[in-house]
């Protein structure tokens, strides 16, 4: 050291500085032992996590057909506009949001809504922007690509329902799977991820799982803004099966036009063929169009026929098939009778009851529509006689109503295959709040509850499958609109990651009818009072139909019980045909417009003749009509 | 001003430090390959590298004594440039307006040229000091030196850039007799009062959220948002990381600057995509190179027979052992994000020409370290 200056200790000094620094030195080699070999591949997995991402493909959803392979529902290509959530991640994307609004015509709040979705949930590469973009979007997109990179267009099948608002009940729609419904077992079990589309409603949402393909995925190289660099991997999706229903689209369009051409325009009509169970044609109306949920919830349009749909209160979301509750009024004396005989509050042989032009229950009269005398069982349904089934019902006794509401299942749903059924309302699930609330089941509750009104309120479902019974000798069928799935292919090689096995066709899984015992003399005075009510002047009588003999109840109830006073009666008419070796059984139910025989017979006539135009070439069955002998007297 | 060549001057001529230079340097050519191969940032370096070697040599062979002594003269003209910066010849990237450019010579970064002759003007001032402790005019002429490129700087705005020049004037005061109770409690006053004004200076505003952000992402960098300003810090760890042992040897279409996930991965960050390409055994090769490389400095200043000489290489010493901290220290997530190049291995010519001239310094003084 040449410069000699000990108060200042120089060279010290100097040792100190280069000490100093090869201490940081080694302190970064500490960190870099630390962050390479103790933790190295951790990071790896982090970066490899980062760069490789999976693109789903979606896999096309079954179709759905008629009976007879007619399309009800498809699914055809659209494109969607897609956001990547990967350059999304270092902008603030509320900067996006008015471009994105002009250039897709979308409603800021939406995309909005969309933009903070995809932030929260990291996780996910993609989500769609725009369902069935346009040409004008699509170009759109294209011509902005620099700018935003994160918006790309990718086919995906769109589901289609051709008849609109036809069927829209039996059908259901489909949608994107809801956050609540992410939450839930049933789902999660599933797999099911955000933005999954799934069925809603209807043999979408009960076949969901047999329906739904199974997605493929490309797996990919992406950078740092998510764009596909290469490809490392592609799985090709297995598409769903096919669901062949009972549907019979020409029984179906004939229902939806008679309840179109009603008086109120709100009502039911089903067909089912009594044999098996099979829904033949299930209308409700005012009914909804499926096409609207699954494009149009993404269009400020769309969701504005939405919002209509579930304000309107005529209510066409609801299926009034099976989660409408009317009083059955006089049809409910089918079950009714059958139940008497069964249980031996009449007989065969005799089955007389006093008419009387009505009843006096304490100081209370209650009427009959005419004077009957004393009517046998059959005369009693063909002119549908009230005071008759007063005095049956008190001689059943509440108890005795209660054994055949158990017999026909009006004490539990149908098990239709389509989610959502009601259970019908009766005196069995009355009685113990009414006997809580007024201390005793009075007669008057009986005698109201004998012609189906006051505490008796049920599914159209219901009704129809406990009157079919009969017709059937007792043989009560599960109803359902599922007749058979297709089976599919396997996808890829077994063994393989990718490989997904063959899916079986399959029938349906209740074939087998409840059996409730009835002698056939019991069978023949229940059916040949219901054969007169068309056939031999009864209540139904104006819709005979020459050489095909239907054997029916009428019912007009009254629903001032429900609040809405001065609305006028719902009209009701049950059946099955040919009356004696039935092939079909209609129900009908026009709300809100009177006499069960002038309104609701008609529209169930027409489902008769198309059934005899369609199955038979307009030529009723043979043996189907039978002596006018049969005709109930006094 | 180029003296004649002698003999004896090539055979005191200092190959290990010049080779060991170019070494680093060349070693940073391949990593700016890895970076971004599909780019001509490399070349550009082949290119950057034979000028600053150009620069080394007129430096190397010219007497550093008159320059010292021409040091105000370079002083000013680098305030110039840094005043040149500032006005419509100045380009603005990124928010700083750090660059000038002007014709036939192109674009480049004053604030990095301006430390040399900074150093210079140090270096003559604080030799001209004979002995005894510091006094504080002493100091605050030290202070006024270091006051003018800094505060230019800080218009532009650059702190990266402000905080290397801290360094120089830091080792000349140590060494220049400052007492040790001073820098002592130098160093316990800053312990304490760093805290102080980050915290002072967040609660008032004046720290902005994107630097407290980058601070956060130091201190706890799970919590912090890794799509925000936290990203660059995570980023750059699970590249090193990603590196192990012996690194990802080529697979450069997976690689961290290849997908865009690194940013600035040739410039700011190319001591991670060291790390990502040669792993541990290639860093730890780099921080021995540099760790030999400030050796052969300091060992030049011990043998220096004249102050300012000493004070020169020891500055150029602490302020380039100071950037290889402050900006490895950033890739390997200890330090915040801040823009300062690695030494000799970030792309870009203003920094390869001011640290090959600053080295040339080096070499000159020890070439003539027996003359007089």
């Known amino acids: 050291m040449k410069l000699n200056d000990y108060t200042q200790n120089v060279g010290m000094r100097m040792i100190v500085i280069q000490v100093v620094a090869f201490v940081l030195l080694t302190l970064l080699g500490v960190r870099l032992y630390y962050l390479q070999i103790v933790h190295g591949d951790y990071w790896s997995g982090r970066a490899e996590n980062q760069r490789v991402r999976l693109i789903p493909i979606p896999a096309p959803r079954g179709a759905i057909l008629d009976r007879n392979g007619k399309i009800l529902v498809d699914s055809r290509p659209t494109y969607n506009v897609v956001l990547s959530n990967e350059p999304l991640k270092t902008i603030d994307v509320s900067e996006r949001v008015p471009e994105y609004a002009r250039g897709l015509n979308l409603e800021p709040d939406f995309v909005t809504e969309r933009l903070n979705l995809i932030k929260k949930q990291n996780e996910f590469e993609a989500m769609v922007l725009k369902e069935s973009a346009t040409m004008q979007d699509i170009a759109w997109v294209e011509s902005h690509g620099l700018e935003f990179p994160e918006l790309r267009i990718e086919l995906q099948p769109q589901r289609f329902y051709p008849h609109g608002t036809m069927l829209a009940h039996v059908l259901g729609y489909v949608g994107e799977i809801s956050p609540k419904q992410l939450e839930q077992d049933e789902y999660k079990s599933r797999g099911l991820r955000p933005g999954d589309i799934i069925g809603k409603g209807g043999l979408e949402q009960s076949y969901d799982q047999f329906l739904r393909g199974r997605p493929g995925y490309r797996k990919v190289l992406v950078d740092s803004r998510g764009r596909v660099q290469s490809e490392i991997e592609v799985v090709q999706p297995q598409a769903g099966q096919d669901l062949l229903s009972t549907i019979d689209l020409d029984l179906q369009t004939t229902a939806e036009q008679q309840l179109a051409a009603s008086v109120t325009k709100r009502g039911v009509l089903i067909a089912m063929d009594p044999n098996n169970g099979e829904i033949l044609a299930l209308a409700s109306a005012p009914s909804f169009d499926p096409n609207v949920f699954t494009q149009g919830s993404k269009t400020p349009e769309g969701r504005r026929q939405i919002a209509a749909y579930w304000q309107d209160k005529d209510r066409p979301l609801y299926n009034r098939a099976i989660q409408g509750k009317y009083p059955p009024g006089s049809t409910w004396k089918i079950p009714e009778s059958m139940g008497a005989l069964q249980q031996g509050a009449i007989t065969v042989q005799n089955s007389n009851m006093t008419c009387g032009g009505g009843i006096t229950i304490g100081n209370k009269f209650t009427r009959c529509m005419g004077s009957h005398g004393s009517p046998p069982l059959s005369y009693a349904i063909t002119h549908s006689c009230d005071g008759y089934y007063y005095r049956l019902a008190l001689k059943m006794k509440i108890e005795g109503l209660i054994q055949m509401i158990e017999t026909f299942d009006f004490d539990k749903r149908s098990g239709i295959d389509i989610p959502n059924e009601k259970v019908s309302e009766t005196p069995k699930s009355w009685k113990p709040l009414v006997e809580k609330r007024e201390g005793r089941w009075s007669d008057i509750r009986t005698v109201y509850a004998s012609i189906g009104q006051d505490t008796v309120v049920v599914t159209p479902i219901s009704l129809l499958r406990a009157v079919a019974s009969i017709g059937m000798h007792g043989k009560m069928y599960v109803p359902h609109l599922m007749k058979e799935f297709k089976p599919i292919g396997a996808m890829g090689e077994e063994g393989s990651s990718d490989y997904f096995a063959a899916r079986p066709g399959f029938g349906f899984d209740r074939p087998e009818p409840k059996l409730i015992p009835m002698t056939d003399e019991q069978y023949d005075v229940v059916v040949k009072g219901m054969w007169g009510v068309v056939q031999g002047g009864g209540t139904g009588a104006g819709i005979r139909i020459p050489g095909f003999d239907i054997a029916g109840k009428t019912g007009t109830a009254q629903n001032s019980s429900l609040g809405s006073n001065g609305a006028k009666d719902h009209a009701w008419f049950v059946s099955f045909a040919p009356a004696f070796k039935p092939e079909i059984a209609v129900i009908g139910l026009i709300e809100n417009v009177g006499f069960g025989g002038t309104h609701a017979a008609p529209a169930v006539k027409g489902v008769y003749e198309t059934f005899i135009a369609t199955r038979h070439g307009g030529v009723p069955p043979a043996d189907a009509s039978v002596e006018p002998r049969l005709v109930a007297k006094r | ?372």
């Open chain 2, 1 to 372: 001003m180029v003296a004649i060549i002698e003999k004896r001057d090539l055979r005191d001529f200092d190959w290990l430090t010049t080779l060991l230079a170019i070494a680093i340097a060349a070693f940073g050519v391949w990593q700016i390959h890895n970076a971004l191969p599909n780019e001509s940032y490399w070349s550009k370096q082949i290119v950057g590298i034979g000028i600053a070697l150009f620069a080394f040599f007129v430096i190397v062979f010219s007497d550093y004594r008159r320059i010292i002594d021409l040091a105000p003269f370079f002083y000013g003209f680098g305030l110039l440039l840094l005043a040149l910066v500032l006005t419509p010849l100045g380009v603005e990237v990124n928010g700083q307006q750090a660059w000038v450019k002007l014709p036939v010579i192109g674009q480049f970064q004053p604030s990095e040229f301006a430390k040399i002759p900074t150093v210079l003007m140090l270096a003559r001032y604080f030799g001209q000091k004979k002995g005894g402790a510091l006094t504080i005019r002493e100091t605050l002429v030290g202070v006024a030196i270091l006051a003018g490129p800094v505060g230019l700087i800080m218009l532009e705005p650059d702190a990266g850039q402000a905080i290397t020049y801290f360094p120089l004037l830091a080792a000349v005061l140590f060494l220049s007799g400052i007492k040790v109770r001073y820098v002592i409690g130098g160093l316990v006053l800053a312990a304490i009062m760093i805290p102080t004004a980050y915290y002072v200076g967040v609660q008032t505003g004046v720290i902005k959220r994107y630097q407290q952000e980058r601070i956060n992402a130091i201190l706890d960098p799970e919590s912090v948002d890794p799509r925000g300003y936290g990203y660059h810090t995570v980023q750059s760890v699970i590249t090193v990381g990603k590196g192990g042992i012996a690194g990802i040897q080529g697979d450069s279409q997976t690689s961290q600057s290849v997908l865009k996930f690194l940013p600035e991965p040739q410039t700011d960050f190319i001591f991670a995509v060291t790390a990502e390409n040669t792993g541990f055994v290639g860093c730890i090769s780099l921080l021995l190179a540099y760790a030999l490389l400030l050796s052969r400095m300091i060992a030049g200043a011990r043998e220096a027979n004249e102050r300012p000489a000493m004070l020169v290489i020891m500055s150029i010493a602490t302020a380039l052992a100071f950037q290889i901290f402050m900006n490895m220290g950033m890739a390997l997530g200890v330090l915040p994000v801040i823009g300062v190049p690695l030494p000799l291995m970030s792309a870009g010519l203003s920094a390869l020409l001011t640290t090959f001239c600053a080295i040339g310094f080096v070499i000159s003084i020890r070439m003539r370290r027996f003359v007089n």
